[in-house]
Nanobody, 123 residues
Framework: VQLQASGGGLVQPGGSLRLSCTAS????????IGWFRQAPGKEREFVAT????????RYTASVKGRFTISRDDARNTVYLQMDTLKPEDTGVYYC?????????????????WGQGTQVTVSS
C-alpha cells in the first residue's frame, strides 16, 4: 500500500476532524499530495493539495479558511485539518499523489490513490 488515508468519522456541524495520509517514502518525497472527496451521488471533487517541491498549497473555494493541509516529513504523512465542518463536507475523502509540473487540482493530475475514509457531518 503506497498511500493510506485515515481519520474519518462522525462529527457534529461546527466540529473538527484531522485526516492523515501516510505514504511510502518514495511517494512522499517526490509527489504532490492532494485530497479529494466524493459525496453520495456526486462526482469526486478536489479539496486541497500540497506541493512537494515548494510547499505551496491550493484549496477549493468552499473549504478555504476552514481546512488546512500540512505535512510531517518525519512521518511521511500529510494532514488535512478540517474545522467548522458543515453537513455538505460529508463524503468519502481520498488522498492521492502526483508529480505534475504544475500543482494539479483535478484527479487526472494524480497517479496514486489511497483508499477512502468516510467523513460524516451530522447532528
Amino acid at each position: 500500500v503506497q498511500l493510506q488515508a485515515s481519520g474519518g468519522g462522525l462529527v457534529q456541524p461546527g466540529g473538527s476532524l484531522r485526516l492523515s495520509c501516510t505514504a511510502s517514502a518514495s511517494i512522499f518525497n517526490r509527489h504532490h499530495i492532494g485530497w479529494f472527496r466524493q459525496a453520495p451521488g456526486k462526482e469526486r471533487e478536489f479539496v486541497a493539495t500540497l506541493s512537494f517541491r515548494s510547499g505551496s498549497t491550493r484549496y477549493t473555494a468552499s473549504v478555504k479558511g476552514r481546512f488546512t493541509i500540512s505535512r510531517d516529513d518525519a512521518r511521511n504523512t500529510v494532514y488535512l485539518q478540517m474545522d467548522t465542518l458543515k453537513p455538505e463536507d460529508t463524503g468519502v475523502y481520498y488522498c492521492a499523489a502526483g508529480r505534475a509540473l504544475v500543482l494539479p487540482t483535478t484527479s487526472d493530475g494524480y497517479d496514486y490513490w489511497g483508499q477512502g475514509t468516510q467523513v460524516t457531518v451530522s447532528s
